[in-house]
């Protein structure tokens, strides 16, 4: 009679930060693949771009001229979705359509005045100047009352939809509680109620003691595969400290945040040898809605990429209708990671 | 002062079949373009594809020959991601690390002989066919007394993970209920439980009172895109009758069924003069889990294409990381969609 094993049988496994669950199939890596190839990243970029509207000095969609910025540069998107003025309103008819008016901020950051560099790419000191960027946004934007919720993100490479390939995030803040963030509130705050520690704090510690899916950790930081990980190579940067917001960093957190940031994408990039795409952003304590003792910062990446540069994974029929699926393990994904060297395959070469 | 106006104004919406909402921001179709370009689906194919796993007569990835079929086809996938034989077992490391052994079935039904067709190209008497299949399929994996639910579903097109243009849908079974079934019959269990009437029924009766967003209706389904729709030209067909799966269709129930999916997939196919990707699957009661009176049978269709057959709406960072967003609105989606022939393009030629 078999027993049980994570390595070998498919299972799920919850995701202690939202509740839900997601399906794992270990087995089924060996999937032969005919389907979409995606075309190689193209990279070879000029440092300077004069279509580019993230370039220094260049002309932006709304006619106005971007400055001649020597680090990185922060503008209201000139495409928000959300918007400052829309007027208050909603709609409930009978229950069955139901709308609210939503009101926010989209604002643009370029990490680089250099239209050929990554992220990976970067100095860890011109890392760490982003690092200064988005906590001064976060404070910044966080002065309008109004506003609940900011989300920091990155969408890095067109298959991430991401329309320009000049290095840059975005922030978008509005008026309410995005449904990820408000599932991530509510499965910290029970947490934090029935045990009076931060769920993501002891979540850590059994990860550093466990030693399976963490692929390093600095001073102020652990980064590891999450044990609930949906995307192939998913991985978490999470404090180490009890921080419920990007606010109250230090010099020396902020330091090593960047000094993560850095390691964790150059070993992405050496994976498949190629500028790796994701999407990334923090998760963190909404913001004018009074105390979150029990939120504990952290950052997620979702990389597409599942067997080469050029084969992602696809969520969806099953993973739309039904549940998110994967098809190795965290555990496999970490040891990957892990083992693949902190310098750029760009810079060897 | 302006007031709030759903066609304008950035709003979020309730989809009150999960009970998560949605961001939509009407104003964003003017943005301009310049990120990822999909490769214009190759439409070619030869009615026999000696190569196909799926044609009659052909070897597949186990060694087994398919029968020389001539309506549909089903067999076991040979790269299931859920087996029969997972031994029982579990996780529960501190209520940290939890998982559950998941048992399961993977089928693979071929929806017909020709390797040339898709569903909205083939005779809607050899769609009703198919939902011949779905029937029996539900009907004979419902005897495992374990099997919980039953996922039927279909990828269409290569930009959705489809692996083989050989017309086929697939059935996951398993021995619990997905995430996103669980929301549905969370949501529409409370209402039934108030009101004492199915939420589909009311919703469908409200919608066809409006006729905003109904692309068509026949005696037996009606076709829309729903209030909360995530993707571009996201649909649902609902049975007007309250029957809680395909297992009760009539007759006269599953002939109409396919004449919806035969005209709903033709107009998705004008919509760009291109095989219309999408994801589609039904939605109906659990098995073998005593009395689901609340369940309503209905069909989703996620297609990802947003401004033309090449460009596509992507799910990134803003999306994973908060919450589903998108940038022209139901009804707007639903008056194209009513616009179009319910004549193949391919056949006009
Ligand atoms: O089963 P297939 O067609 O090989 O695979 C496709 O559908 C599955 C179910 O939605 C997904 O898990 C895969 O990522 C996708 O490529
Ligand atoms: O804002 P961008 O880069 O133009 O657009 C990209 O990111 C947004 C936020 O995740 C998405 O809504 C878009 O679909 C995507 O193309």
Redesign the pocket.
């Given at each position: 009679n078999e027993t049980f094993d994570l390595k070998e049988h498919p299972h799920s496994r919850l995701n202690i930060l939202t509740g839900d669950w997601i399906l794992v199939s270990p087995h089924r890596t060996k999937?032969p693949w005919q389907?979409k190839v995606e075309a190689s990243q193209m990279d070879e970029r000029p440092e300077y771009d004069p279509n580019c509207y993230l370039c220094p000095g260049n002309k932006r969609a709304d006619g106005s001229d971007n400055p001649d910025y020597k680090a990185s540069y922060v503008f209201t998107n000139d495409y928000s979705s959300l918007l400052l003025n829309t007027p208050d309103g909603g709609l409930n008819d009978d229950e069955l359509l139901v709308a609210n008016s939503q009101r926010g901020i989209c604002r643009v950051i370029s990490f680089s005045p250099r239209h050929d560099l990554t992220l990976p790419q970067m100095e860890t000191p011109d890392i760490r100047k982003v690092v200064d960027v988005w906590q001064a946004e976060y404070q910044e934007l966080a002065t309008y009352p109004w506003i609940k919720h900011i989300q920091i993100f990155e969408n890095k490479g067109d298959i991430m939809g991401c329309s320009n390939p000049h290095p840059h995030g975005q922030i978008w803040a509005q008026n309410s509680i995005p449904v990820e963030v408000a599932k991530e509130t509510r499965q910290q705050k029970e947490y934090f109620e029935q045990k009076g520690r931060s769920l993501l704090g002891d979540y850590v510690k059994l990860e550093l003691k466990r030693q399976e899916r963490v692929i390093f950790e600095n001073d102020h930081f652990v980064v590891l595969v999450p044990f609930w990980a949906v995307w192939p190579y998913e991985t978490m940067i999470v404090s180490k400290r009890h921080i419920t917001s990007l606010l109250y960093f230090t010099d020396e957190e902020k330091a090593a945040l960047a000094e993560a940031i850095k390691r964790l994408t150059v070993r992405y990039d050496n994976m498949f040898e190629t500028s790796f795409p994701y999407s990334s952003g923090m998760h963190q304590s909404p913001v004018n809605m009074g105390d979150h003792p029990y939120w504990h910062w952290h950052m997620h990446f979702y990389p597409p990429l599942l067997r080469s540069a050029t084969v992602k994974?696809?969520?969806?029929?099953?993973?739309?209708l039904a549940n998110p699926?994967r098809?190795i393990t965290a555990e496999f994904a970490a040891e990957k990671l892990r083992n693949l060297s902190e310098v750029h395959y760009k810079v060897k070469e």
């Open positions: 999937r389907g994974k696809f969520m969806v029929g099953y993973e739309m699926q098809d």
